[in-house]
């Protein structure tokens, strides 16, 4: 459906020969533009109806239509988060962009936005969880060890569509290094690295370097390991945001309150500081 939508766009003017296959492409664009449209906003309205609070994560739907979380651990602090302030919360993954417009129109709370000047004039945001480290994630058979900025001169870095970063990050990107920004989710991202199309990709993780790659290798099995090598880029608050004009904003006494307990009391540690294993672990 999704796919259907986005091929529209693509494909209506060079395939449309005459008026009437013109016609007839402009219509099976539209029902599908419409259907993909009725489709996300059916999930903020389904989410409402059953009583749950929404929180939009990084993911996408898998071939089967089930939610896939780009980081498995996540909806772990969602519950955590959950049972400590008495909200409904239910993780929802959706692609990045689409995230945004669900949290900007009201209908969801938004986790792991980085607080930029842009947003923070859309947003009011949480107090913080903590701080994820951003590492450069490579493989084995070209790994990128990152020291410094310099590291990346000439280099091709992923990130996911619509993501922000941090300011030194930003004022680098298509000068020092190049930005490939077409992503969705991370299971293309690693495509794209496997086949020498990017250099390294770009991730957001409270993992310690050695626990992150056990997972994504466990989530990403395949030709060529995937390794972090070198220090991290920076280090960014992991926070809750909410569209200051929604009513869900009356919320956030209570997401407030509960991180300050799990952050007082080292709730998240249990989450991350399981030792490191090499096996596919469920929980991964």
Same mark, same amino acid.
């Given at each position: 459906?999704?796919?259907?939508?986005?091929?529209?766009?693509?494909?209506?003017?060079?395939?449309?020969?005459?008026?009437?296959?013109?016609?007839?492409?402009?219509?099976?664009?539209?029902?599908?533009?419409?259907?993909?449209?009725?489709?996300?906003?059916?999930?903020?309205?389904?989410?409402?109806?059953?009583?749950?609070?929404?929180?939009?994560?990084?993911?996408?739907? /898998?071939?089967?239509?089930?939610?896939?979380?780009?980081?498995?651990?996540?909806?772990?602090?969602? /519950?955590?988060?959950?049972?400590?302030?008495?909200?409904?919360?239910?993780?929802?993954?959706?692609?990045?962009?689409?995230?945004?417009?669900?949290?900007?129109?009201?209908?969801?709370?938004?986790?792991?936005?980085?607080?930029?000047?842009?947003?923070?004039?859309?947003?009011?945001?949480?107090?913080?969880?903590?701080?994820?480290?951003?590492?450069?994630?490579?493989?084995?058979?070209?790994?990128?060890?990152?020291?410094?900025?310099? /590291?990346?001169?000439?280099?091709?870095?992923?990130?996911?569509?619509?993501?922000?970063?941090?300011?030194?990050?930003?004022?680098?990107?298509?000068?020092?290094?190049?930005?490939?920004?077409?992503?969705?989710?991370?299971?293309?991202?690693?495509?794209?690295?496997?086949?020498?199309?990017?250099?390294?990709?770009?991730?957001?993780?409270?993992?310690?370097?050695?626990?992150?790659? /056990?997972?994504?290798?466990?989530?990403?099995?395949?030709?060529?390991?995937?390794?972090?090598?070198?220090?991290?880029?920076?280090?960014?608050?992991?926070?809750?945001?909410?569209?200051?004009?929604?009513?869900?904003?009356?919320?956030?006494?209570?997401?407030?309150?509960?991180?300050?307990?799990?952050?007082?009391?080292?709730?998240?540690?249990?989450?991350?500081?399981?030792?490191?294993?090499?096996?596919?672990?469920?929980?991964?």
């Amino acid at each position: 459906m999704i796919q259907a939508a986005r091929c529209c766009m693509a494909e209506c003017l060079p395939y449309s020969r005459t008026l009437a296959p013109f016609a007839m492409q402009i219509r099976f664009c539209r029902t599908a533009i419409t259907t993909a449209a009725l489709f996300f906003l059916l999930v903020g309205r389904s989410a409402a109806a059953s009583g749950e609070l929404a929180v939009y994560v990084l993911g996408e739907p /898998d071939a089967q239509g089930r939610p896939a979380h780009s980081q498995p651990t996540v909806p772990r602090i969602i /519950d955590l988060v959950a049972s400590e302030s008495g909200l409904p919360l239910v993780a929802h993954p959706l692609p990045w962009r689409r995230a945004l417009f669900m949290t900007e129109t009201g209908q969801g709370i938004l986790y792991g936005a980085e607080a930029t000047p842009e947003r923070l004039r859309k947003f009011q945001f949480s107090a913080s969880l903590g701080y994820a480290n951003q590492w450069l994630l490579s493989t084995e058979q070209a790994p990128l060890v990152f020291r410094q900025w310099e /590291d990346l001169r000439n280099k091709k870095i992923s990130t996911m569509s619509g993501a922000s970063y941090g300011v030194e990050f930003e004022q680098r990107r298509n000068s020092l290094f190049k930005v490939e920004q077409n992503a969705t989710n991370m299971a293309s991202q690693v495509k794209m690295l496997r086949a020498g199309r990017v250099d390294a990709i770009l991730v957001a993780s409270f993992l310690n370097p050695q626990q992150l790659e /056990d997972k994504l290798n466990c989530l990403f099995p395949g030709a060529g390991r995937l390794l972090i090598r070198g220090n991290p880029i920076e280090a960014n608050p992991i926070s809750f945001a909410i569209a200051k004009d929604s009513p869900l904003i009356s919320k956030l006494p209570a997401l407030n309150s509960a991180i300050e307990q799990i952050v007082r009391n080292h709730k998240l540690l249990p989450l991350f500081n399981a030792p490191p294993t090499t096996a596919c672990a469920p929980h991964s």
